[in-house]
């Protein structure tokens, strides 16, 4: 998808696209709504100093298969401000960017967390919008759902994670994992990894990586992340550290990119050692990565299938906000891992049967959904 034209439109999306800017906070940023025939436009708010707008469209387009394989009725869109998240600013622009979106916002998008954002940004967008919109991810203390604290996310990709491993006879039980990124998602991948007997070797933050071929100590890396914020990697003792991106290529068996997109190349993917990839991180494999890893028969949970987990939280959110009853987080990861399990099997028994890549058959099962959403609505023929 390329947005320096309009040759980035096809037949799914996006519906629309509207930047908004504010000289005064310096606020530059986007909304992206792909495709709605499932319903409104949902997915999180990213921040970034180096954001584009087609890593926006690239992850509204991930959402509208997210929430069609999850089958779950809302649309796929994603927003994203162009900012430092880590500057004293960041409140004042992203109440001038919830501001700037509020015609949009009531009828067609529903704020959430993505990188760079917070439970307590959820909370300060809501404030922002008062009855013209929602966020969610807010902290429980406001009757939020903090799916971030929570790591909703990272427990369903580590299910996924079980889930491949036994299609495939093996075990988790010792199982070597590297986790990239050690962040909401791939520290909580990596406690559940740990609970589930799992052995998590190598851990990576972008200040650089942890390695450990007999397992790091999870426990102290989740205290070290609670007190050191991502700079954890220059506070553990007990492990060799590597450079950023040295951990994809790590023996292992098990390899989850939780960072950032287009991560794993072909040259990653060629290199890696481990049998099961689990995609954290949306957009982590290239296209030529995912033929590779294909013919290499190494199994791959596609980004839209493991981490939607965040998706499944969000839609309780959603229903939360109309409850007065504290909302728990038992049950909504027992919803995800139900939901997450079942899907993860399905892809990859559909692209051993027809020959196809995980993503490949992934996409069937959500294009599915959406075309038939689309043909109920009239927006296209019948098929
Ligand atoms: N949060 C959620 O519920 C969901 C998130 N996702 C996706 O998961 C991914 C991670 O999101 P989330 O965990 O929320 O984000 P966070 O901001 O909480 O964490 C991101 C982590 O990745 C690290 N990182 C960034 N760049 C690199 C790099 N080059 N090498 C290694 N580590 C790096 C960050 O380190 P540092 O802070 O030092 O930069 C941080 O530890 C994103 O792709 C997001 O879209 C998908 C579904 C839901
Ligand atoms: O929709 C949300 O609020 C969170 C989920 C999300 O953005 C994602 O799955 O990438």
Same mark, same amino acid.
């Given at each position: 998808?390329?947005?320096?034209?309009?040759?980035?439109?096809?037949?799914?999306?996006?519906?629309?696209?509207?930047?908004?800017?504010?000289?005064?906070?310096?606020?530059?940023?986007?909304?992206?709504?792909?495709?709605?025939?499932?319903?409104?436009?949902? /997915?999180?708010?990213?921040?970034?100093?180096?954001?584009?707008?087609?890593?926006?469209?690239?992850?509204?387009?991930?959402?509208?298969?997210?929430?069609?394989?999850?089958?779950?009725?809302?649309?796929?869109?994603?927003?994203?401000?162009?900012?430092?998240?880590?500057?004293?600013?960041?409140?004042?622009?992203?109440?001038?960017?919830?501001?700037?979106?509020?015609?949009?916002?009531?009828?067609?998008?529903?704020?959430?967390?993505?990188?760079?954002?917070?439970?307590?940004?959820?909370?300060?967008?809501?404030?922002?919008?008062?009855?013209?919109?929602?966020?969610?991810?807010?902290?429980?203390?406001?009757?939020?759902?903090?799916?971030?604290?929570?790591?909703?996310?990272?427990?369903?990709?580590?299910?996924?994670?079980?889930?491949?491993?036994?299609?495939?006879?093996?075990?988790?039980?010792?199982?070597?994992?590297?986790?990239?990124?050690?962040?909401?998602?791939?520290?909580?991948?990596?406690?559940?990894?740990?609970?589930?007997?799992?052995?998590?070797?190598?851990?990576?933050?972008?200040?650089?990586?942890?390695?450990?071929?007999?397992?790091?100590?999870?426990?102290?890396?989740?205290?070290?992340?609670?007190?050191?914020?991502?700079?954890?990697?220059?506070?553990?003792? /007990?492990?060799?550290?590597?450079?950023?991106?040295?951990?994809?290529?790590?023996?292992?068996?098990?390899?989850?990119?939780?960072?950032?997109?287009?991560?794993?190349?072909?040259?990653?993917?060629?290199?890696?050692?481990?049998?099961?990839?689990?995609?954290?991180?949306?957009?982590?494999?290239?296209?030529?990565?995912?033929?590779?890893?294909?013919?290499?028969?190494?199994?791959?949970?596609?980004?839209?299938?493991?981490?939607?987990?965040?998706?499944?939280?969000?839609?309780?959110?959603?229903?939360?906000?109309?409850?007065?009853?504290?909302?728990?987080?038992?049950?909504?990861?027992?919803?995800?891992?139900?939901?997450?399990?079942?899907?993860?099997?399905?892809?990859?028994?559909?692209?051993?049967?027809?020959?196809?890549?995980?993503?490949?058959?992934?996409?069937?099962?959500?294009?599915?959904?959406?075309?038939?959403?689309?043909?109920?609505?009239?927006?296209?023929?019948?098929?």
């Amino acid at each position: 998808m390329r947005l320096d034209d309009l040759s980035h439109a096809d037949a799914w999306g996006p519906e629309k696209i509207v930047t908004v800017s504010d000289t005064r906070t310096g606020m530059r940023g986007v909304l992206v709504i792909d495709n709605t025939a499932r319903g409104m436009g949902k /997915g999180g708010t990213r921040m970034g100093p180096a954001l584009t707008v087609t890593e926006v469209a690239r992850l509204a387009r991930v959402m509208t298969w997210k929430w069609a394989a999850v089958d779950l009725f809302f649309g796929g869109a994603k927003a994203g401000v162009r900012f430092d998240p880590a500057s004293a600013d960041k409140e004042a622009v992203l109440r001038a960017f919830a501001r700037a979106l509020s015609s949009e916002v009531p009828e067609e998008y529903v704020f959430g967390l993505d990188m760079g954002l917070t439970e307590h940004d959820a909370a300060v967008i809501q404030d922002e919008l008062g009855a013209r919109g929602a966020a969610v991810g807010s902290p429980s203390e406001v009757g939020g759902v903090p799916y971030d604290q929570w790591g909703v996310t990272g427990y369903g990709v580590a299910e996924a994670v079980d889930e491949a491993v036994r299609r495939d006879g093996a075990d988790l039980h010792g199982a070597r994992v590297v986790v990239q990124g050690f962040g909401a998602v791939g520290a909580a991948a990596a406690e559940r990894l740990h609970e589930l007997g799992a052995r998590v070797v190598a851990v990576s933050t972008a200040e650089g990586a942890l390695h450990a071929p007999d397992g790091l100590d999870v426990p102290a890396l989740l205290q070290a992340r609670s007190q050191w914020g991502d700079a954890l990697v220059h506070h553990v003792d /007990g492990s060799r550290p590597l450079a950023a991106g040295e951990e994809l290529t790590l023996p292992a068996d098990v390899l989850i990119p939780a960072a950032r997109q287009d991560v794993v190349d072909v040259a990653a993917a060629r290199d890696l050692s481990a049998s099961v990839v689990v995609e954290g991180a949306n957009l982590a494999l290239t296209p030529k990565a995912q033929a590779v890893l294909a013919e290499r028969g190494v199994s791959v949970v596609p980004d839209f299938i493991a981490n939607a987990g965040g998706v499944v939280a969000a839609a309780y959110a959603m229903e939360a906000r109309s409850s007065v009853f504290p909302v728990e987080p038992g049950p909504i990861r027992a919803a995800v891992s139900e939901r997450l399990r079942a899907n993860t099997l399905h892809v990859l028994e559909e692209a051993a049967r027809g020959a196809l890549t995980s993503h490949e058959a992934a996409r069937h099962l959500a294009e599915r959904r959406v075309r038939t959403a689309m043909e109920i609505r009239g927006r296209v023929r019948s098929s």
